[in-house]
């Protein structure tokens, strides 16, 4: 299934509390930025059930302000 | 260190983003990291994205003849690297299962299979015995934003060339014709003076009526990014529904619908008052006109409008204002007069530099012309124009809607130099087509809704259809579906999937999709991109201009269609590149393009031109001006006086409330490709209707329950949505209008701009049933 790659953008202050949001989801691996406030943003799924929840957790994650693609490989197609 | 083959994939998309982030934000670091050098097997090849009219560069990763992965192009300068998610998985759009492979022709009432050479053997015979019993214009060709530059191009050689008839139109009429109108009316020449790096240095961001966090990600993205850089940027949302727009800008402003005008008439107004106009400037640079109003709204047949500009002062444009004080716009458009004032002030603020962006709500619109000017207007009086950051910036849907239908000139009207109704322009044409003189009509004949108004009525016979979808698009549905379903119509579609509007056809051409073929597309930004054949499309697919080709050698026209399926496309190019032979539209040579991740026009002596009518920046402006609106003939742009008038249907009290149409992020157009990709369809499979809460509760319903949306045209029965993704204030329902199993167009209005004649989507009254 998919692994993707983000970056993301914390709210205003919120670096600390969207790396933790972050790293205790399943599926996810980041890697902050030293000197911004940046996150890189690494999603590998194991199926599309498993893919769907995950989308769907970080729209609703609230320290999260916006992510934004920048890679993609379905290992099923 | 060793590798896995999906360790090293999540690498290279670890080293996408960090590339990316590189590139949006400069100077920024990340330890944690280590660079993995290598292939795996997968080879990279630029291209421009299949959707949407940003143009990001992607690089699609291909082994063994497939496209497997998507990545944002880091040199590309539209994205940077970045990608959305209909991006990225829009290489699976290619691999769907009902893909059209064969060419199908309908005999006795059923489409069978047929070798692509029958096929096209068909349409050429029916071509040429419809002209000869129904005349040159009783056949038409309606085309696409998403046609590549070569599809169009060839299209109207053919049609407007050869055959002699100005029957060509295409679906970004029903887009960006009040742009177009927007942009000539104000300045004479089309599409934007400014570019997207525009982003990086405005202090302001105006979106009017543009749900940009959804229609436009990647540029709302770097909006983002750049306010997160720099602290000091303010994002306003200026719109009719609260949409994830509204939710990241820093302030959400609604007004009632179609009083935009009156609101932008209110800015001026104050930006007068305060002192805040760029009295220099606009001595300098502008003229002040008027024209009709009370001007109509187009729902009836034939119906025509010319406008009748009349100069006038600054004084009386002053004193046309009086009407818009905020006070008085507030009663109009329900926007408070306190917000009215903040919005002027930050346009008026000479230490702030302004971007203004817009898209369908401006443009699919009963006064869309109207409403580009008075954005215009506001960009003009302050000065706050053709300056980086300083930018009214209006955005295309569909990948090539500049490239192909506004440059290439796929309207009734135009040319790829000019209008039909000027002799230098057909002229111009019949020498590079090497065509007779007097080959090309110097008459229009029929704007999209026209032509379908034609082709129910039996005006036109023979209609071919080519990268789009019109029995879900058009307005006011079932009437064309009727008329494309009568019995001595013929309608040859090319496409990708089975859709609606292939239920429809007498012949079904299959179409090479997107990187089955070479090609090019223009973006919002007059950036060309061009894209060469990736992968090879499946079955009998042919590229449209191969199509276009086949059929105008069969009617006789080798001498103008003499390529070699070789190089066709750089033939193609090189002849198209002779009408913009000059330095306000020169356009790039072929091997540049290629070489590229796109290249901007005017291309002048091998360097693109980012900022038009600056001579900073522009070689076209006349030597010795600093600002050169070179599109009029005095180099002045125009500030129009355009009242407030309302929609053509406003609810009342049989239909009581407003509907709106629009997109959602994951789906394209009408869905025929998206909704076959999984990962988008599961996230939203069905269309829906979106319900303020309260309208909700007074009509007994909750999220998921069916209601009934009913107008004077047609009805349909679809879910709620309540607090969903976006939420219309009350009195308004939103639907997308991506399903083919739900066509909110039965129950749309064709009305239009009549300036434009482009349709509005976005009003007309319907009431509501809980079903
Ligand atoms: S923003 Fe538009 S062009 Fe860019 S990746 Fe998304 S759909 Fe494609």
Redesign the interface.
């Known amino acids: 299934m998919p692994i993707l790659s983000f970056l993301a953008l914390p709210q205003d202050g919120g670096m600390e509390q969207l790396c933790n949001d972050l790293s205790a989801m399943e599926y996810c691996e980041i890697i902050p930025a030293e000197n911004q406030e940046v996150i890189v943003l690494v999603t590998d799924t194991p199926d599309v059930e498993a893919e769907k929840n995950l989308q769907k957790s970080l729209k609703n994650l609230p320290s999260l302000q916006s992510l934004s693609m920048t890679f993609g490989h379905n290992a099923e197609q | 260190m060793k590798l896995n083959r999906?360790s090293f994939?999540?690498s290279?998309?670890?080293s996408?983003?960090?590339?990316?982030?590189g590139s949006?934000?400069p100077?920024?670091?990340?330890?944690?990291?280590k660079r993995v050098k290598g292939a795996y097997g997968i080879t990279w090849k630029k291209a421009p994205c299949r959707f949407c009219g940003t143009g990001c560069g992607v690089l699609v990763?291909v082994t063994n003849n497939?496209?497997?992965?998507?990545?944002?192009d880091p040199n590309c300068s539209v994205n940077k690297?970045?990608?959305?998610?209909k991006?990225?998985?829009s290489?699976?759009a290619l691999?769907g299962r009902d893909r059209l492979k064969k060419a199908q022709i309908r005999k006795n009432g059923k489409m069978v299979e047929v070798p692509i050479a029958e096929a096209l053997d068909v349409i050429a015979a029916k071509l040429k015995e419809t002209v000869k019993k129904h005349g040159k214009d009783s056949v038409a060709m309606y085309g696409s934003g998403q046609w590549t530059i070569p599809d169009g191009y060839v299209a109207s050689k053919l049609f407007k060339g050869c055959l002699g008839t100005n029957n060509v139109e295409a679906n970004a009429r029903l887009c960006m014709a009040s742009a177009v109108t927007g942009f000539m009316t104000s300045f004479g020449i089309d599409e934007p003076m400014g570019c997207y790096e525009d982003i990086e240095h405005a202090d302001v961001f105006i979106t009017w009526g543009n749900n940009m966090a959804e229609m436009h990600?990647?540029l709302?993205?770097r909006m983002?990014?750049s306010r997160?850089?720099k602290k000091d940027v303010t994002i306003i949302d200026l719109a009719t529904r609260t949409t994830r727009t509204s939710q990241?800008a820093d302030r959400s402003i609604l007004f009632k619908p179609n009083t935009d005008l009156a609101v932008a008439n209110a800015i001026c107004y104050e930006i007068i008052r305060n002192g805040w106009m760029d009295k220099d400037f606009v001595k300098k640079h502008t003229t002040f006109h008027k024209g009709k109003t009370n001007i109509g709204y187009g729902t009836e047949d034939h119906f025509k409008f010319k406008d009748k500009p009349e100069n006038m002062s600054f004084a009386e444009y002053k004193n046309f204002l009086e009407d818009y004080t905020p006070e008085k716009a507030e009663r109009i458009s329900g926007v408070s007069a306190r917000d009215i004032k903040y919005m002027a002030s930050l346009y008026g603020d000479p230490t702030k530099k302004v971007t203004s962006f817009w898209c369908m709500g401006m443009n699919q619109h009963v006064r869309g012309t109207w409403i580009n000017n008075l954005v215009y207007n506001i960009h003009l009086l302050t000065g706050k124009i053709s300056t980086p950051g300083n930018s009214p910036f209006s955005l295309t849907g569909q990948p090539s809607a500049c490239g192909t239908v506004r440059e290439v000139g796929t309207l009734t009207h135009k040319l790829p130099y000019g209008v039909v109704m000027k002799e230098k322009a057909r002229k111009k044409a019949e020498k590079i087509w090497d065509l007779p003189a007097g080959s090309i009509d110097p008459k229009p004949t029929y704007h999209t809704v026209e032509m379908f108004r034609a082709l129910d009525r039996g005006d036109i016979r023979f209609m071919w259809i080519q990268v789009t979808n019109p029995m879900i698009t058009m307005p006011n549905l079932n009437r064309y579906r009727n008329g494309a379903l009568k019995d001595d119509r013929f309608i040859v579609v090319s496409d990708v999937y089975p859709t609606p509007t292939t239920d429809v056809a007498d012949v079904i051409l299959p179409a090479s999709m997107w990187i089955e073929q070479e090609g090019m597309y223009g973006n919002s930004e007059r950036r060309t991109q061009h894209f060469d054949e990736i992968v090879p499309g499946p079955g009998d697919t042919m590229s449209d201009t191969w199509q276009i080709i086949e059929v105008a050698r069969r009617l006789g026209f080798k001498k103008q269609f003499p390529w070699s399926q070789k190089n066709y496309i750089g033939k193609i190019w090189e002849e198209y590149r002779r009408f913009h032979d000059n330095p306000k539209h020169n356009m790039a040579p072929y091997e540049v393009l290629k070489a590229r991740s796109g290249v901007q026009w005017p291309f002048v002596n091998g360097k693109e031109t980012r900022w038009r009518f600056n001579s900073k920046y522009d070689p076209a402006c006349k030597k010795g001006s600093d600002f050169d609106f070179y599109g009029k003939k005095d180099g002045k742009a125009w500030i129009w006086a355009r009242p407030y008038e309302p929609a053509a249907e406003s609810p009342d009290q049989e239909y009581n409330f407003w509907l709106n149409t629009g997109r959602v992020i994951e789906h394209w157009h009408s869905g025929s490709m998206t909704r076959r990709i999984?990962?988008l369809h599961?996230?939203v499979p069905e269309s829906y209707v979106e319900l303020n809460p309260e309208d909700a509760a007074n009509l007994g319903v909750v999220n998921g329950e069916l209601v009934k949306i009913i107008s004077r045209r047609g009805s349909i029965t679809m879910k709620a949505s309540i607090n969903g993704r976006g939420v219309p204030p009350k009195g308004m329902v939103f639907v997308p209008f991506f399903d083919e199993d739900y066509k909110i167009n039965e129950v749309t209005l064709d009305a239009f701009c009549p300036i434009s004649k482009q349709p509005d989507y976005k009003k007309c009254a319907v009431r509501l049933e809980k079903a």
Do not use: E, M
């Not at chain 2, 996408?16 to 982030?21: F, I, L």
């Not at chain 2, 100077?27 to 990291?33: L, R, T, Y």
């Not at chain 2, 690297?81 to 998610?85: I, R, Y």
């Open positions: 999906r994939i999540k290279a998309a670890v996408s983003a960090v590339a990316t982030a949006i934000f100077g920024i670091s990340f330890a944690d990291w990763g497939r496209a497997v992965a998507v990545k944002g690297g970045l990608c959305c998610v991006g990225y998985h290489v699976q691999y990600p990647v709302f993205s983002l990014a997160k850089r990241a999984p990962i599961n996230a």
